[in-house]
């Protein structure tokens, strides 16, 4: 079965969807895509996991940042709204909001660490459910990445994965 550009992706996407990873996964690599899935446990309902999620300072790693220092990163939650990093000598833009629903979802677009001098697409999608433990909450995250083939993906898929994982396991850890 031939499909057409966006086939690959329908198929990922419902791959995706019906993935249970313990905590994360590469979900597929190509030279020109990749889909990355997460999924982990976190303490409080969706509103307070909410809370903790778009606190990015406390729980993303000070050593994947540009700065040095992940208090230098905000994200201001709304269409539109930047996740940055500001320094007192610079400044960068990691993702910019696209779609931000409090306590359900959050969806960001921009490619992180060497994907954002690529010419890529990424898309990072936050999803908040109650979990069947009482007073937990259930975070699922895609990422997905296109781009050409001589962006050569599949070569940063694992690196990408090991980065991100660490930043929601420390998530997870921060809420427990």
Request: aromatic share 6%.
């Amino acid at each position: 079965m031939k499909l057409g550009a966006g086939g690959h992706w329908l198929i990922v996407a419902a791959l995706l969807i019906s993935a249970s990873p313990a905590c994360a996964a590469v979900q597929a690599a190509s030279s020109s895509q990749i889909a990355l899935a997460y999924e982990v446990e976190l303490a409080g309902a969706p509103a307070e996991a909410w809370q903790n999620l778009t606190q990015i300072s406390t729980w993303w790693s000070s050593d994947h940042t540009y700065s040095g220092q992940a208090k230098n990163l905000s994200l201001d939650v709304r269409p539109g709204g930047c996740w940055c990093e500001t320094w007192a000598t610079g400044g960068v833009e990691h993702a910019r909001v696209i779609m931000a629903m409090p306590g359900k979802a959050l969806r960001i677009e921009g490619g992180f660490g060497p994907l954002q001098g690529m010419a890529v697409r990424a898309t990072m999608t936050f999803s908040l459910k109650p979990a069947t433990q009482a007073g937990k909450t259930k975070l699922q995250v895609t990422y997905l990445v296109t781009g050409s083939t001589e962006s050569k993906l599949d070569g940063l898929a694992a690196p990408i994965d090991g980065v991100l994982a660490t930043q929601f396991g420390r998530l997870a850890a921060l809420v427990r």
